[in-house]
T-cell receptor, first 114, second 115 residues
Framework: DAKTTQPNSMESNEEEPVHLPCNHS???????IHWYRQLPSQGPEYVIH???SNVNNRMASLAIAEDRKSSTLILHRATLRDAAVYYC???????????????FGKGTKLSVIP | DGGITQSPKYLFRKEGQNVTLSCEQN?????MYWYRQDPGQGLRLIYY???????QKGDIAEGYSVSREKKESFPLTVTSAQKNPTAFYLC??????????????FGDGTRLSIL
């Protein structure tokens, strides 16, 4: 199964943009890229997902490399409430176990400095 | 507001006891999931259910059991056969069973500890 690689931790100053990288060099053509985040003692929260094109929503933007071997989650203006663990996850679009479950790694712990 | 409710928030179990964790959703979602999270780790899938009266084992189903008698409810029983049950348990749901292009919605979890 395709795996993702993320830095263990990152820091950002409040009100500055944050770029969270994710490598997925073994991604297949039918894998979707999802991002979730988790605050301490809470359940994960969906952030964004995409397949090939860049995606924007009210929370963030997702920039996907042309070869799809990496992606970047962009928080345009970090706030203290954005301090969380961010998970980059691949899901499969064909009928198989990978299309029914999210496989979480250890993620990137983002700290936001006031 | 629609969402997923897990109860209780904290649960204590004596050795050799079975305990049941509750998960209810009012999102009208077909699919529901149970995950386990250990300190400093990502989530691991225990069981999932795509429709009522049907469920499948995830990666770490041993020592756990589930039922799906109603669309809204997916309780998880941690049996005495689970050797290391102390963990943070998370319930989730999605509109359909195949989640490749849709989000999962999570509850706020139940923290289980062994006395």
């Amino acid at each position: 199964d395709a795996k993702t690689t993320q830095p263990n931790s990152m820091e950002s100053n409040e009100e500055e943009p944050v770029h969270l990288p994710c490598n997925h060099s073994t991604i297949s053509g039918t894998d979707y890229i999802h991002w979730y985040r988790q605050l301490p003692s809470q359940g994960p929260e969906y952030v964004i997902h995409g397949l090939t094109s860049n995606v924007n929503n009210r929370m963030a933007s997702l920039a996907i490399a042309e070869d799809r071997k990496s992606s970047t989650l962009i928080l345009h203006r970090a706030t203290l409430r954005d301090a969380a663990v961010y998970y980059c996850i691949l899901t499969k679009s064909y009928s198989g176990a990978g299309s029914y479950q999210l496989t979480f790694g250890k993620g990137t712990k983002l700290s936001v400095i006031p | 507001d629609g969402g997923i409710t897990q109860s209780p928030k904290y649960l204590f179990r004596k050795e050799g006891q079975n305990v049941t964790l509750s998960c209810e959703q009012n999102l009208n979602h077909d699919a529901m999931y149970w995950y386990r999270q250990d300190p400093g780790q990502g989530l691991r899938l225990i069981y999932y259910s795509q429709i009522v009266n049907d469920f499948q084992k995830g990666d770490i189903a041993e020592g756990y059991s589930v039922s799906r008698e109603k669309k809204e409810s997916f309780p998880l029983t941690v049996t005495s056969a689970q050797k290391n049950p102390t963990a943070f348990y998370l319930c989730a749901s999605s509109l359909r069973g195949r989640i490749y292009n849709q989000p999962q919605h999570f509850g706020d979890g139940t923290r289980l500890s062994i006395l």
